[in-house]
């Protein structure tokens, strides 16, 4: 299966994630995504991604300097985005539980009748 799409509709979830516990520059984000599994995840769609958040207003920003090249600007989650984190992860763990069940289904002896009717 083809992971992009899939990537395309959990990215902003993903994102708001890898800075839950650590502000991150575009490219570090990248890089953590990356190192979490999602070894798909393209550097322009990230920077797509933390622009549309910020305009969203679900993270904040700030420069630091950098001695050896330009400036870094960082991404931090704020309280709007950790609503919206938590609301979309329990949105999130619903869909997977229904979409697990639909593509894996429960093996014979699971499917048996239990003595309160059919299951």
């Known amino acids: 299966m083809d992971t992009t799409q899939l990537l395309k509709g959990v990215l902003d979830i993903a994102v708001l994630a890898v800075i839950r516990d650590e502000d991150g520059y575009g490219y570090d984000i990248v890089r953590r995504l990356r190192a979490a599994g999602l070894e798909d995840v393209g550097d322009a ?58 593509i894996n289904p429960e093996s014979p002896a699971d499917s048996a009748p239990t003595s309160g009717g059919i299951k």
Not at 51 to 58: D, E, N
Not at 68 to 81: A, E, F, L
């Open 45 to 102: 769609s990230v920077y797509g991604t933390l622009r549309r958040l910020y305009a969203a207003g679900l993270v904040s920003t700030y420069v630091v300097p950098s001695e050896g090249g330009p400036h870094r600007k960082y991404y931090g989650i704020n309280d709007q985005g950790r609503a919206t984190l938590d609301a979309d992860r329990q949105t999130w763990n619903h869909f997977a539980q229904r979409l697990g069940a639909l």
